[in-house]
């Protein structure tokens, strides 16, 4: 693959050719990284979160036991059917299909009190990835927390999960976020970021 982003069409056609092509629903470093996302956030209740390439749903059907309302996200609309079967009958789940970061959703600003992208940004060329930043920071609320989720193995994505990590903690770096969390598991990196200078 080049630089520039993975179109729809690439994950229309790896979500065609199988109804789960990473394993969310059934490998050991899935579950793994699913406990230990949602152990940062335990005990805090969400009014209106956000996540950014839920895929299948995996992860969203987990979250939305958190949330108030949940707008969950994915470019690939094979992959939304599967989510909206998976969170069918879980109150407040929303799903919307657009390619990040031009066909953001269309939300107020400071909006959202949470933010997770979990493994998606190495899908976007370093330019998306700052741009995508830019897009939440508009919505996210001056107290709400940022989780990033990046696989930190081999890829031929247009930046690996570290570098992507690293583009979009500096563009909120520069907005006065400060990074709350971060650690590198075995296989992917966890980061969060909060408590931007206005909001202390």
């Known amino acids: 693959m080049s630089g520039a982003s993975w ?39 969400f009014h209106h979160a956000l996540e950014l390439g839920c895929s299948i749903g995996a992860m969203t059907a987990r979250l939305a036991r958190q949330c108030d309302h949940l707008l969950a ?62 897009h939440c920071l508009r919505v996210r609320q001056a107290d709400a927390p940022i989780v990033l989720v990046n696989w930190t193995g081999p890829t031929d994505t247009p930046c690996d999960g570290n570098e992507a990590a690293r583009h979009f903690i500096a563009t909120c770096l520069a907005a006065g976020l400060l990074v709350t969390h971060a650690r590198h598991y075995a296989h992917y990196r966890l980061d969060m970021l909060g408590a931007d200078c206005k909001s202390r």
Request: glycine share 6%; with cysteine; charged share 25%.
């Open 73 to 134: 996200v994915d470019v690939a609309e094979s992959a939304l059917a599967q989510a909206r079967r998976r969170c069918a009958g879980l109150a407040g789940v929303t799903f919307y299909r657009g390619q990040l970061p031009d066909a953001f959703p269309d939300l107020p600003e400071a909006s959202c009190d949470l933010i997770i992208i979990s493994e998606m940004l190495y899908f976007l060329s370093r330019a998306d990835i700052a741009r995508l930043a830019s």
């Open 7 to 45: 179109p729809r069409a690439v994950f229309e056609r790896i979500h065609a050719a199988s109804s789960d092509p990473w394993g969310v629903g059934s490998r050991p470093y899935e579950r793994d990284k699913y406990r230990h996302t949602l152990a940062l956030l335990a005990g805090r209740r």
